[in-house]
């Protein structure tokens, strides 16, 4: 018998609106309906339903940009420039990192962060020291953890890092390609996607090679651009132009590239990310703690490039939240331009979920008939949601401004309950916890 599964919360946001008497119907892990609770029951008479009484049931947001196994490094190397984070806290500890480990870091990324109310995030992974098991270690995480999951493949061939980060052009084809195989079309909880690191990372073939992965399996590709002035300077010397007209050059910037960051575009390169029809994966708390600079955030947007938001390793961030990330867009952005109305919270609520939906060109972000059954409840009756009319005008501003995550009561992905009362049902966070304190042990040994 099929089995149905009806939500019906005090509110529900729907494009833009705040809606009473509305209800969810989930079937098989997707939307099936969204209507008047009341007749949605009387309807599905078999259905499970859930009363959300204090809460207002939204999407789930998508975390666009993670590195999991970071939120290990969290805390260490702290407050100091971007190179000598990268060696004193990357290099030094990542290395040493066993597949389980990394099941470890997932487990805690992927369950902080969806405690927080994101429901789908993309992994940027890049520690290849065990091959395919590595990655295997981060899908199992997530399917574990209960969150949708689309692995970004790093492909890597800069022999400046650590050797467990490289792979040959033809290797790394190879392991991306199957992983591709293995899981693209099999069920909408893991999907992979290529990831050539940078153009200070991997090489024009290794970015070329990535970008046809894409083509051949019909997936986006993702890619960090010019996150640091370094790199702008590098390619300036290498190849004499910068590194949007160097992705350009070599036939690589087209509707399948995420950039992550872009902090240092000048003007011909966001045009060339506009005309090309290229998104951005943003990530305002890491490029204010690494002193990166500001992505022209207000130029992009007006221009038609997507923007959706990420947390970023979570060692240089250090939360993991995207509701946080909507603040810190907005707040990072006006302040910068001097302009309060250059990004307003109704669009930052959007970079950090519809819009992820659109990058990923998957049924998530939104609440929709047909879509993924991805959202969470919120609680209105929280002291940081406070004060609000009848007419709930606030609502959104006190979603992305003045929410603090204790307010997030419930969190459903695939139709199922991963967060209730605000505790995570799918692994216990003690034991996450206890996880994590055995891989501290470890990094201590080699202090
Ligand atoms: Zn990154």
Redesign the pocket.
């Known amino acids: 018998m099929t089995e149905y599964q009806i939500y019906k919360p005090k509110l529900l946001y729907k494009d833009g609106a705040f809606l009473e008497h509305q209800a969810v119907l989930v079937e098989g892990g997707k939307i099936r309906k969204i209507g008047c609770g009341d007749e949605l029951i009387r309807a599905f008479p078999t259905a499970r339903v859930e009363n959300w009484e204090h809460l207002v049931l939204l999407p789930g947001n998508i975390n666009i ?1 993670n ?1 999991c196994f970071q939120s290990l490094l969290r805390g260490l190397a702290t407050d100091i420039p971007f190179l000598q984070w990268r060696d004193e806290a990357l290099y030094r500890f990542s290395p040493i990192l066993t597949p389980e480990d990394l099941y470890t870091g997932a487990v805690f990324a992927f369950g902080e962060m969806m405690k927080y109310g994101v429901t789908t995030v993309t992994d ?1 992974f890049y520690l290849h020291n065990h091959g395919i098991a590595s990655d295997e270690a981060i899908i199992k995480a997530a399917r574990d953890v209960g969150i949708r999951l689309v692995l970004a493949r790093t492909m890597y061939d800069w022999a400046g890092a650590p050797a467990g980060y490289v792979e040959s052009v033809p290797l790394a084809v190879e392991h991306t390609g199957r992983l591709m195989e293995q899981y693209n079309g099999k069920d909408d909880m893991v999907t992979v996607i290529p990831a050539p690191h940078s153009l200070h990372a991997a090489s024009v073939e290794m970015v070329q090679a990535g970008f046809q992965l894409a083509k051949q399996y019909g997936t986006g590709y993702h890619i ?1 651009v010019a996150e640091e002035l370094f790199e702008v300077n590098d390619v300036k010397q290498q190849f004499g132009c910068r590194p949007i007209e160097l992705l350009d050059r070599i036939g690589v910037l087209d509707e399948r590239m995420t950039a ?1 960051h872009c902090v240092w575009l000048d003007e011909h390169e966001k045009e060339l990310m506009s005309s090309r029809k290229a998104s951005l994966a943003y990530c305002p708390s890491s490029n204010m703690f690494l002193a990166d600079g500001v992505t022209d955030i207000p130029y992009l947007k007006q221009h038609g490039v997507i923007v959706a938001l990420g947390s ?2 979570a060692c240089s961030n250090n939360r993991i939240s995207i509701y946080e990330e909507m603040r810190m867009t907005a707040l990072l952005q006006k302040v910068h331009h001097l302009d309060a109305l250059c990004v307003v919270a109704p669009e930052a609520y959007d970079m950090g979920t519809v819009n992820g939906g659109l990058i990923l060109k998957k049924p998530v972000g939104r609440l929709k008939e047909g879509y993924c059954a991805d959202f969470t409840g919120v609680d209105l009756e929280h002291i940081s949601m406070q004060p609000l009319y009848d007419n709930y005008e606030q609502l959104l501003y006190q979603m992305v401004y003045s929410m603090q995550p204790d307010a997030i009561r419930r969190v459903v992905v695939n139709g199922k309950t991963t967060v209730k009362d605000g505790v995570i049902l799918t692994i216990p966070e003690s034991e996450i916890v206890s996880r994590v304190q055995e891989v501290m042990k470890k990094f201590q040994a080699i202090q």
């Open positions: 940009h590195h940027f960090h992550v970023d390793g």
